[in-house]
Every structure is written in C-alpha cells, then in structure tokens.
C-alpha cells in the first residue's frame, strides 16, 4: 500500500531553495575560485586607489590654498610685479586645484589694471578654458575677458562675453548687471535690434534688478 505523500509547507519549500542556492553558489565558487578572488581583489584596490586619490587631491588643494594666501600678501601690499609672479606659479604649480583657478583671475586682474590687454585676458582664459568650480572666478573672469575685448573695440566678442558671463551663471547677482553690459555693446557696435533683445531678456529674467531704471533709459534712446 502507497504511502500518501507528506504535504510540504511554504517554509521548508523556502529553507530547501536556500539549501539549493546555497549549494549551487559554493560549487560555482569551488569551481571559480580563482576568478571571484581575483575580481574581488581588483574591486578592493580600485577603491584603495580611488580612497588614495581623493586624499591626495585634498592635500594638494590645501598646499595651493596656503600658496594662493601667501600670494594674495602681494596684493594688500600693492606690489603688483610679484603679485603676478606668485600668482602665475600658483596657477602652474597647482594646475588643476581650486586655488589656481583663483590665482589666474588674481593675475588677471592686475594684469588688465596696468594695460597689459593681452597678458590679462591670457589669464583670464586660464579659468574659463579649465572649467573653473567657483561661479564667481568663473563668471569674473569671462567679464574680464570681455572688459578686454571692450577696451579693444571689439564690441561683438565684448556682448557675446558679458552675455556668456551672465547666462553660465545666471543666479549670481552680477548677472543683470553683465546683461546690461552686453546690450551696451551691442548699441556701441550698432546693432540695436541685438541690444534690444537682451534688455528684454534682462527685464524678463530680473524684473526687480537694481540696473532695472538704467535699462528702462536705454531702451528709450533706442
């Protein structure tokens, strides 16, 4: 006489697919042992390295930011041939930091206030083409290069700079006041209709922008 076969419940399915698994997972192993080490092995030294990296990028910020302040000594004592010369080997030393981005704008800066245009927007450049973190460097420094071009007659590239500044950083306070940089140069270049369109962009994205009287004239000369 057959025996009636013993009914199974939920749980002891459940504990024998785990006992299955569990089998299936050590005889893969068994049979690849080598393999998973060795992934397992590559997957701990790449965040070893990755740990070791990131470590070594604070060190070196923080090396630049101590320079960039001993650099910065030059400034408050108005000595701007070694503001430069501190600034540039901040920049170079330290290509790729926070605090080189700064020093450019820095040198930059005291470039374009002796007149030395092509100097001056070199440095500028520095920050601009090396993706610059900080917004604030970031936008100064395309305002700076335009202020370049303005000084320059170069009425185009100055708008399409002071409009770059205010656009790639548009929640800055310094963005209206760029707009109405550009539309300036736009009117000086004579193009009116180029003009127009970025004070209506200004009043649109600003409506309360302390430039707000400034540009309401402006428009009115048109």
């Known amino acids: 006489m057959l025996r009636p076969k013993k009914k199974l419940h939920k749980k002891e399915i459940k504990e024998d697919a785990l006992v299955t698994r569990y089998f299936q997972t050590r005889q893969f192993y068994d049979h690849n042992s080598k393999t998973v080490n060795a992934a397992l092995i590559a997957v701990l030294a790449l965040a070893l390295i990755g740990v070791l990296m990131a470590r070594s990028r604070r060190m070196e910020e923080i090396k630049a930011q101590s320079a960039l302040g001993d650099a910065l000594q030059s400034l408050y004592m108005n000595d701007t041939a070694s503001l430069v ?18 020093a450019a704008f820095y040198a930059g ?18 920050v601009t083409d090396r993706h610059c973190k900080n917004p604030v460097f970031r936008a100064s420094s395309l305002a700076g290069r335009a202020a370049v071009a303005e000084s320059e007659k170069r009425w ?46 200004l009043e649109k994205k600003y409506p309360e922008s302390p430039v707000k009287q400034e540009t309401t004239w402006m428009k009115l000369s048109m």
Do not use: I
């Not at 006041?177 to 009116?192: N, T, V």
């Open 109 to 126: 800066n005291a470039l374009f206030e002796t007149g030395d245009l092509k100097g001056a927007d070199q440095r500028f450049a520095k």
């Open 156 to 201: 185009p590239d100055a708008a399409r700079l002071y409009t770059e500044a205010a656009e790639k950083n548009a929640d800055l306070f310094t963005a209206p006041f760029y707009l109405k940089e550009a539309a300036r140069c736009h009117l000086a270049a004579g193009d009116s209709k180029s003009a127009r369109t970025v004070l209506e962009t």
């Open 85 to 102: 010369r501190k600034m540039d080997d901040v920049a170079k030393k330290y290509a790729g930091t926070r605090a080189a981005a700064e």
